[in-house]
């Protein structure tokens, strides 16, 4: 290659030192000497790496203006997914004007296997001109030194200083052209004089500063391309191209500019239109996006053949991929991939979402991929409906609706229709490395999460984890949450397109800003807005530059508002606005001058997308309104469309199976979090006996939903009623402060007398009053002044007091009535004239001082301490009044009659607080606990995040309690033969030991370990003990059974090294174990009743069959001894079980009670909104009942 040194800027003809991106003859000397359209194009000068330009330089500081650039700008850029090229030949070349002027001018000029470029000088970054390879036909010799580089439409003339160097060029050129035509016969490229294979993003007119007409711009990939026009586009040959590795964009300060800048210049761009504008700028980003990203994972599954096409239009190099169909797309068929929402594809880029890209996944891509998707999913195309790479948006969103979510063109499985058939076809499918029949049985209907008949590996998935079939198991998770194809399928997400909306017509000035991407976060002023005139008619709203204009700046379409919210007054720079959220994920802030403009354009903005079915939102004064996918009901498998609006503390809604609204109390939230990763959030809302899934498939409404549901749910204020409540209306603040006290403080001696660190109480207040359902409050962490103090000085900031202004002195003057009963009675009276918040406030703490003063004796506070310290507190006043103390001190003294307390709710307390300070006392709590709330962590069925549960224990909650509230919580009807059980389940022991219905879980609760938790599940072997024992003779059981001993804590002298037949006799009294049958004397007895019995042994131990139990004694002295038994059948194992539980409590295995053995099933709704199970799905569900249902038949066999 040859190369000269450029010579100085004063031997260079003035036309050499015109700046890049002007086309020839674009120069200021005056001279006509321009070489093309000289006629029809004369630019200003615009500057290229040239720094020092006057247009640059107030927009970059002074060491910037003159920066040292390489001799080639453009081949030191970073490579992006497009790599940058090898540059074949590079050299200075004297250039003819098309008009065959004698002019020369001289262009640095470039030549790669892709294009032919030219330039003002070797330190330019952007071209004059590109020429694509593709496009030259022939390269031909033309003189003394000369050559023309031909294309279909122009001719290039060029001079070398040599006839070697033109030979030089000539072949170079020649031998691009050659390997360009090569490689386009391999990959069916297109067309000679085509531009290339890649289609553009996005396209159109732009103006360019320093520009007098417009440019044509392009987006296409990881580029912006320029040319002149639109003509040119079409031929390929442009001006230059951006790399936009090294670019960055950003709004301009007129509303319809916006920069596009790198390292070498800043190329400022103006649209036609705001809403132009947004569009220009979201491909440019994305542009950017893709220049990042990394080509590693792509040409890893690009390696097989189908994969280098797009599955659905055959464009080349797809680089974005649907997990769960295993197919590899294109960027156009990608939009429309989303568009059939998560349900039915989950759309992933090769090159953006690295994360994503296991080795399994690529593996799998690398099996199934295009070739075994369209072998499926496109066996039955007919060629009038396949797609091409050019298609338009409508038909490839016809034709992917058919081919994914109906099926229309799938290879049908012979099983197709006979669901059973197939569920047992994939059950047997996933053990083998048969992927492509997993996914035509999938594909067909079979169940993903179906029962497989074996309680061990309950469903495909684990059947295929079972067999380490990897690939499946990878297969079977991208698609647990896919919804088969049906043909008479209608997305649920468009239901509401089929009903007819009323017409709806408002116009009149608004104020609007810029549409955005992302919620507003900062407050727009007052300057930001522009005024429109917009005009909502036929679904449509529309914004123009005036009243008189005709042709609309945007418009925004009816069907594509997904949310409209009114922000609070002065949120923004106009007092009244609004926002307009669209499916396109793109927010709209209207602001109005007065209040009634605001509410007339909401309210028809409202009727104009909000379905007839939902009206009846339209009448409340919503602060956000709108449509989002949700779950429900017992099915989680496919999200419906639900409308919301939100009003205050309460969230109206309506479901497609019942129109009537369903308020949802969100301050008596028992739970509000958010599930799922950042791309697929669920935000659950549990409300007591009834929970709802709100899906995130659109994340800028979402967000704001998210927001606004939050903040409604938090405390609005410093009013008992603005406070997050509880249950029975008491807030959350007085729940976590009393329940600490009373777990932690009752024997603290001066409890509520002793003040905090006023520090600590104010920070721990503050906590409370933001967010009082997320904070709890653990010992060592919180010393209990620091919690009393807390509570009384929310009690004594209270605006209106505990018992109000208006009543305050109505309470005074009762306490100085004489006669008890005469007091007690106004007392009464009163207290029913408190609002409800109040009133349940009044009796949860005098309730709880009742129990403080109970324990006097130890923390020296009786009930006239108590009415001291919170008769000032409770009344506000100085302390100087001695009848607040009086009140105080009555209504605790009278606990009972005034707040009509029973004696069976008096026994329960008295119970828990007894056995809180007994454990205390006995040091027998273990660890930390939450707030007082005794909070147990319960799983259903299996432990794992989806099946928890979180549920206060009283010191009277019985085993059955608790799994009957377990399974309210869960909507888990129980039908007959149905034995739910609460289990304590030991990790560590690999053991569960079966809780007798009437045993008390707080003392369990306190004694679990950090390896042990609890769990609520069927008991699947009562039915057979209950049969044992109701043939059965006699109390008494005896049989030779395998022994072991623990050796570290038993001492009977017998082998440690493994199990031992030993014989034992079990009756009313006790248990003895024997060397022998014959033997005389036991070698060692236990009394039956201190024991606990524990299904399992250990693996590690190896036991002799799988039919073992371990026994756990404890002493008088709390001293624990273990052994370990194994039977010979499941039957016998039984057996004993059975009767270990029929002697140690006196013949009641079961609770004979109808309505305790067998409770019917509630009604899956309250209202329209479906009970659903918490975290839970039906599958789950389903795989017990298979379970259990199954193993009566090997129980009576048994038997």
Known sequence: MTKKEEPPASQVPRAVRVASLLSEGEDLSGDDQGDEDEDDYAYERVPNGDWHTSSLSSSLPSSLLTPELPPHPMDGLPVGPTPTPLVIKAGWLDKNPPQGSYIYQKRWVRLDANHLRYFDSNKDAYSKRFVPVACISRVAAIGDQKFEVITNNRTFAFRAESDAERKEWMQ?????????????????????????????????????????????????????????????????????????????????????????????????????????????????????????????????????????????????????????????ICKRCAGEHRGLGAGISKVRSLKMDRKVWTETLIELFLQLGNAAGNHFWAANVPPSEALQPNSSPSARRCHLEAKYREGKYRRYHPLFGNQEELDK????????????????????????????????????????????????????????????????????????????????????????????????????????????????????????????????????????????????????????????????????????ETAEQAREWIKCIAKAFVPPLAEDLLARDFERLGRLPYKAGLSLQQAQEGWFALTGSELYAVFPEGPCEEPLQLRKLQELSVQGDSENQVLVLVERRRTLYIQGERRLDFMGWLGAIQKAAASSGDTLSEQQLGDSDIPVIVYRCVDYITQYGLTSEGIYRKCGQTSKTLRLLESLRLDARSVRLKEGEQHVDDVSSALKR????????????????????????????????????????????????????????????????????????????????????????????????????????????????????????????????????????????????????????????????????????????????????????????????????????????????????????????????????????????????????????????????????????????????????????????????????????????????????????????????????????????????QMELREWLATFLFVQHDGLVWPSEPSRVSRAAPEVRLGSISLIPLRGSENEMRRSVAAFSADPLSLLRNV
């Open 794 to 1129: 929310f009690l004594r900031d209270l605006p209106d007091g505990l018992f109000t202004r208006v009543q305050r002195l109505a309470w005074l003057e009762a306490s100085e009535i004489e006669d008890e009963e005469e007091k007690v009675s106004r007392y009464r009276e009163l207290l029913a004239r408190l609002p409800p918040v109040n009133r349940a406030t009044v009796k949860a703490l005098i309730s709880h001082l009742y129990c403080v003063q109970c324990f006097s004796d130890t923390n020296q506070m009786n009930t006239h301490n108590l009415a001291i310290v919170f008769g000032p507190t409770l009344f506000q006043t100085d302390g100087q009044d001695y009848k607040a103390g009086r009140v105080v001190e009555d209504l605790i003294s009278h606990y009972v009659v005034v707040f009509s307390v029973d004696e069976e709710e008096l026994r329960k307390q008295r119970e828990e607080v007894t056995a809180i300070v007994k454990m205390r006392v006995a040091g027998t709590a273990s660890g930390t606990q939450h707030a007082g709330d005794f909070i147990c962590t319960v799983y259903l069925e299996e432990k794992k995040a989806e099946a928890e549960q979180h549920v206060k224990i009283p010191a009277s909650m019985t085993a059955e309690e608790l799994t009957l509230e377990i399974l309210d919580r869960r909507n888990v009807g129980i039908r007959e033969k149905d034995y739910w059980t609460c289990f304590e389940v030991n990790e560590r022991e690999e053991a569960e030991r079966p809780l007798h219905f009437a045993e008390k879980v707080l003392p369990i609760l306190h004694g679990l370990g950090t390896d042990s938790y609890l769990v609520v599940k069927k008991h699947q072997s009562m039915e057979a003990m209950l049969l044992y024992l109701a043939s059965h003779v006699g109390e008494t059981k005896h049989g030779m059974m395998k022994f072991r001993e623990d050796r570290s804590l038993l001492g009977l002298g017998l082998p440690t090294g493994g199990f031992h037949d030993r014989y034992f006799i079990l009756n009313s009294s006790c248990l003895r174990l024997y060397k022998e049958v014959r033997s005389h004397r036991p070698e060692k007895e236990w009394p039956v009743r201190s024991l606990k019995v524990y299904l399992g042994v250990k693996k590690k131990l190896r036991p002799p069959t799988c039919w073992g139990f371990t026994v756990i004694h404890e002493t008088e002295k709390h001293e624990k001894q273990q052994w370990y038994l194994c039977c010979e059948t």
């Open 172 to 328: 170079a050129l020649q031998q691009a052209v050659a390997e360009q035509r090569a490689r386009a016969r391999v990959s069916s490229a297109y067309p000679l004089g085509v531009q290339g294979s890649e289609p553009h993003d996005h396209a159109g007119s732009l103006e360019l500063r320093g520009f007098k007409n417009k440019l044509y711009v392009a987006v296409v990939g990881d580029k912006v391309e320029l040319y002149k026009n639109l003509e040119e586009y079409r031929l390929g040959i442009g001006i230059t191209f951006i790399d936009m590795s090294v670019g960055n964009v950003k709004e301009a300060a007129d509303r319809r500019s916006f920069d596009l800048t790198t390292p070498y210049r800043i190329f400022s761009f103006s649209a036609e239109s705001e809403l132009e504008k947004e569009q220009w700028l979201e491909a440019m980003q994305g542009a950017i996006a893709e220049a990042l990203s990394t080509s590693e994972v792509a040409e890893r599954i690009w390696a097989m053949a189908p994969n280098r096409f797009c599955a659905d239009c055959g464009a080349a190099q797809p680089d974005w991929a649907s997990i769960n169909l295993c197919v590899v």
């Open 425 to 592: 076809a994939l059950c047997a499918a996933v053990t083998t490395s048969d992927l492509a029949e997993t996914q035509a049985l999938l594909g067909c209907g079979a169940g993903v999460n179906c029962f497989s008949g074996d309680p061990k590996a309950p469903t495909p998935l684990a059947l295929a984890e079972q067999a380490g079939q990897t690939l499946q198991m990878e297969f079977l998770r991208n698609n647990r949450t896919t919804e088969a194809p049906r043909l008479d399928s209608v997305r649920p997400l468009e239901k509401h397109y089929s009903v007819i909306l009323p017409t709806v017509s408002h116009s009149s000035f608004v104020y609007k800003t810029a549409s955005a991407g992302k919620l507003l976060q900062d407050r727009r002023a007052r300057e930001e807005f522009s005024r429109r005139w917009c005009v909502l008619s036929d679904g449509v709203l529309s914004y123009y530059e005036n009243e008189r204009a005709v042709t609309p700046n945007g418009e925004i379409r009816a069907s594509e508002i997904v949310c409209l919210a009114v922000p609070t007054p002065d949120t923004h720079g106009f007092e009244h606005t609004f926002e307009v959220y669209t499916e396109g994920e793109r927010l709209y802030l209207f602001g109005l």
